[in-house]
């Protein structure tokens, strides 16, 4: 089972995956956690760097592959990144979070002013929800507002809507 962890870059996307992922290997012994990021980097599963905005572009069939061939339909896997939406997930957990938080997070991680306000913007208008909602007809799919609440409860709060047979779509 493939969870996706998707939201706007500072959402807290890798921080509440790396805490799920300690919740639910005490659960279950066949959890992983994968960051997209992190694998594309490692094992050139791009097309090409965008030095400008710093981020890569990445090559999906590769990447579909991988996970392909590094992971068993029986693993629970968490797949921590704004295009793990894009990656055939059963369900879809979508962060979201006050994009002027958002602003404050990206520009302590020194981003350019151009990737700040292309990110505050993309959380403005909804990407990472519109787009998970146009290309998975079949997975679940979940939006929970960060602002305030603790990574603690959030993790809780998915725990909760993979334990139950929610609807397809839900928020909180
Ligand atoms: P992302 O992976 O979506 O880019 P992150 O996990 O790196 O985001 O988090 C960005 C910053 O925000 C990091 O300093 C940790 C902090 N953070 C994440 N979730 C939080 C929460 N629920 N409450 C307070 N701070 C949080």
């Known amino acids: 089972m493939r969870i996706a962890i998707t939201g706007t870059p500072g959402v807290g996307k890798t ?9 639910l290997i005490n659960l279950e012994n066949n959890v992983k956690n994968i960051n997209i990021t ?10 090409e760097k965008d030095d400008e905005m710093n981020s890569y572009v990445i090559d999906f069939p590769k990447l579909n592959n991988f ?7 029986e693993d629970l896997i968490i797949l ?22 958002i602003f404050d997070r990206l520009s302590l991680r020194n981003y350019s ?33 960060c602002t305030e609440k603790s990574v603690l409860d959030i993790c809780n709060i ?3 809507f993979l334990e139950h047979n929610t609807p397809k779509y839900g928020n909180v």
């Open 15 to 23: 921080t509440v995956s790396k805490n799920l992922f300690e919740k």
């Open 67 to 73: 996970l392909e061939l590094n992971t068993t339909c």
């Open 158 to 160: 998915i725990i909760s």
């Open 38 to 47: 992190e694998i594309v980097s490692k094992n050139q599963l791009y097309i």
């Open 113 to 145: 002013e151009k990737k700040i306000k292309e990110n505050v913007e993309a959380e403005i208008l909804d990407v990472c929800l519109v787009e998970s909602i146009e290309n998975n007809v079949e997975s679940k799919i979940f939006e929970i507002d």
């Open 80 to 101: 921590d990144g704004h295009v793990s939406h894009l990656l055939n997930p059963d369900c879809i957990i979508v962060l979201r979070l006050n994009p002027e938080r």
